[in-house]
Each structure stands twice: as C-alpha cells, then as structure tokens.
C-alpha cells in the first residue's frame, strides 16, 4: 500500500474519487462531500478553485479544504488555518478490549452518536456523516459515552475520527479501547486506518502513539466562510 501513500496528501480528493464517490460535488477543479454529510473540499489545481468554492457557499456557508491553501474570491473569508498531524497506523494494535462496544446502527443510536460528538467537537459531525462509515461507541445505563468511527475512505485507506468522550467518564480508557476496535476493523478491510488531530491536541497525540499511530506530515484544515455581505 505505500505505492498509494500519496493519496493521504489529498485526502478528499481521493475519498471523493475512490469510496466515497457517490457522495461528491464535483466541479473541473474541485471535489467536495456533500455538506449534509461533511463540509469538506479538495483540489488538485489552486488556479482552478475560485468559482468551485463559490457555488459550494450555496449549499453550506462554511467548511473546510484540506491540504494546500485554495484560491477564492472576496465573497469569502478565511477564518482559520488549523493545523493537524496526519498519523496513520501500519500494523494492528493490541489492546484489551474490557468494555462491550456497540456498533451504531439504529435511529436511536445515531441520534446519541450525533448529541455525543456535537457536545464535545461541535461543528464538524453533520446529519449523515453517520452514513460515511462504522460508529462504535460504549453505553453505561442507557447513556452513550464514548464513540469512534470512521469518516473519509479510500480503496486502501479508512480514516479514523469522532473519537470522542463525555467530558464526565474520561480517563478510563474507553478511547484507547474504541480506537483499537475501530482500527482493527479496518484491518480486516484490508485497509490502512489513518487519523487527523490537532497539532496543540498533545493529549490525543500521546495517545495515539501509544498504540502505534505514527506522523506521516503535517496537513491544514483551511475554514471558509461566505461573507455576510454576500448572502444571497
């Protein structure tokens, strides 16, 4: 699989043009999920992107391009560079697994996953990025705890995302476990989990690199947003 490696410097793009095709938005110059699902873009030529990136503010009037700073036009604003490392795991992890995990299927389910990741990451997590790939998650009385999933795919590559604890149950493990399970089942996809955390999140890093997540580069998240001004 390192032969498709280059892959992960565009991961959108390649989501977007392998897995997850039926998913995107797509222009001569840019790929994008539908908003309902992910608010994220990629592009391979930045000269190209100005007129992609405004009709897109029709759907949604803030999101995300990943990887190289696109080019776009004063309807919009860039309001933040967040800067990530791109860690991706090359061999299964060991971990005891002690906690009962459940795959998050039902209604209901998606309706706690949804609450869950909104009140700890708001913003990101969208009414069908549930659709995008396997949730996991551990109840303790009828209340959802701790979650991880997948989000972009690729044919030889899974990401790992919304691993997320309730602020009241951290420190007991659960993400360690969530994320073990999670990545072990993308192993036996035949694929290779990789992950996306904040550069300041040093917390998460540690605990990534514990079970064998190693940084591949650094990559940008580039929030954009239609100018008020510029409502339709």
Not at 70 to 94: A, N
Not at 126 to 138: A, C, R
Not at 197 to 206: C, R, S, Y
Request: charged fraction near 25%; hydrophobic fraction near 35%.
């Amino acid at each position: 699989m390192a032969a498709e490696n280059f892959k992960l410097d565009n991961p959108v793009w390649y989501s977007l043009k392998e897995t997850h095709q039926q998913h995107a938005i797509e222009s001569e110059a840019m790929r994008f999920y539908h908003p309902d699902y992910c608010p994220f873009g990629g592009f391979v030529n930045s000269d190209k992107t100005v007129a992609s990136i405004d009709t897109y503010t029709d759907l949604t009037n803030s999101f995300y391009v990943v990887g190289n700073k696109p080019t776009f036009s004063d309807r919009i604003t860039l309001t933040k560079e967040l800067v990530c490392y791109q860690m991706l795991l090359d061999e299964k992890t060991e971990v005891e697994i002690s906690d009962p995990i459940t795959t998050l299927q039902t209604i209901q389910h998606k309706a706690d996953l949804f609450a869950l990741v909104n009140l700890v990451q708001p913003g990101y997590f969208k009414n069908k990025t549930s659709e995008l790939g396997s949730y996991y998650g551990i109840y303790r009385d009828d209340e959802l705890i701790a979650v991880t999933g997948e989000r972009m795919k690729m044919n030889a590559f899974t990401e790992v995302s919304a691993v997320v604890t309730h602020p009241n149950h951290t420190g007991r493990g659960y993400a360690k476990q969530l994320v073990a399970h999670t990545t072990n089942k993308i192993f036996a996809e035949n694929k290779l989990p990789y992950l996306h955390v904040a550069a300041i999140n040093t917390a998460a890093i540690k605990l990534y690199e514990k079970l064998g997540f190693k940084t591949r580069r650094k990559i940008a998240f580039w929030n954009l947003r239609k100018k008020e001004d510029h409502k339709p």
